[in-house]
């Protein structure tokens, strides 16, 4: 089994920061890539940023230059920044992570619970 476990969402105001960890564990044999969904009350999940293992990272526009991802393969940890929060930023934010549990195993997505951003105006 698989676990994702994020921390450090909650209520800020606009202009503020966060700062998210999501901690991957469990049956772990490599992990390819981590990132960050997010889903707004009424609207679809979006992603908001990834990294892969090697380094590389993508965001979707929106939060360009104001959220920067970061991870620690060592300790299976995505981070995710959040500066210059604003309202439009409220949702729950979810961390994924595609993995191996084995050498021979397909790659899985795998899901957190999700921690709640509140940004207030």
């Known amino acids: 089994q698989v676990q994702l476990v994020e921390s450090g969402g909650g209520l800020v105001q606009a202009g503020g920061s966060l700062r998210l960890s999501c901690v991957a564990s469990?049956?772990?044999?490599?992990?390819?890539?981590m990132g960050w969904y997010r889903q707004a009350p009424g609207k679809q999940r979006e992603l908001v940023a990834v990294?892969?293992?090697?380094?590389?990272?993508n965001y979707v526009d929106s939060v360009q230059g104001r959220f920067t991802v970061s991870s620690d393969n060592a300790k299976n940890t995505v981070y995710l920044q959040m500066n210059s929060l604003k309202p439009e930023d409220t949702a729950v934010y979810y961390c994924?992570?595609?993995?191996?549990?084995?050498?021979?195993?397909?790659?899985?997505?795998?899901w957190g619970q999700g921690t709640q951003v509140t940004v207030s105006s």
């Open positions: 994924n992570a595609d993995l191996r549990s084995s050498s021979t195993s397909r790659i899985f997505r795998y």
């Open positions: 469990g049956r772990i044999f490599s992990i390819n890539a």
């Open positions: 990294i892969t293992s090697g380094g590389s990272t």
